[in-house]
């Protein structure tokens, strides 16, 4: 267990779910509880983490906080509106967790995050300041230019990054104080700062919801763990 300073998490639920054949992904079922639930369940029951940032799209505000009501959540200390890009909704979750020496960024659409995940995530961040877990790649990967392959890197130095995303706060308050243009992760952000980030191994059934096929294939693997 990781039992130094205040370690505040960032949820990060805010996208549209355009990929979801109108469904929304969020509030979506996986095995009887909202995607929602079963990702924030997790964190609620990691024994490091002290207290929990929600973003939220701003029409599942209420419906948050039923589910909170509902889930007797203990650790949510906020539930807010994302904003139009990503790196908007972490900025917003991040200035609900002031006091924080440690934060996690974690994709809401992940529900299939562990404790042991997050508390790794805490011990490889101690030396460096970030870490982030990610996994090997199995497939052979082309960089593509104009319709054509532009190089093939070598597999066995790709990984494919995931979340949790750990961070000291003062790291990654500056990477968002420095944020110009677009990236895809935090840890890009810190990167930019040339800050050194640890990789952990991930989890392969840490998998993103971000099709009807994922949500599937999230409820497959949740009921094989399950048994």
């Given at each position: ?123 490889a961040a101690e030396a460096t300041g970030g ?5 090997a790649v199995t497939d052979t990967i082309k ?23 750990v961070f000291r706060a003062d790291i990654l ?55």
């Open positions: 267990m990781f039992n130094h300073e205040k370690v505040g998490a960032v949820i990060v639920a805010a996208g549209n779910s355009t990929r979801m054949r109108g469904v929304d992904k969020m509030f979506a079922l996986l095995d009887g509880k909202p995607v929602l639930a079963r990702v924030v369940s997790v964190f609620e029951s990691a024994p490091s983490v002290d207290c929990i940032a929600l973003v939220l799209n701003e029409h599942n505000l209420e419906h948050g906080r039923l589910l909170s009501i509902a889930e007797h959540w203990q650790r949510v200390v906020a539930l807010v509106p994302g904003g139009a890009t990503r790196q908007d909704s972490v900025c917003a979750g991040l200035a609900c967790l002031p006091g924080c020496s440690w934060l996690i960024v974690h994709d809401g659409a992940r529900p299939l995050v562990t404790v042991d995940l997050i508390e790794a995530g805490l011990m870490a982030i877990a990610a996994v960089e593509e230019r104009d319709g054509f392959i532009a190089r093939t890197p070598p597999r066995a130095i790709l990984r494919a990054a995931q979340t949790p995303q308050n500056e990477a968002y104080a420095h944020f110009t243009g677009t990236v895809t992760d935090d840890a890009s952000l810190v990167e930019a700062l040339g800050h050194p980030i640890k990789i952990y191994p991930g989890d392969p059934q840490n998998i993103k919801i971000t099709t009807a096929t994922d949500l599937t294939y999230a409820e497959i693997l949740w009921r094989k763990r399950g048994d």
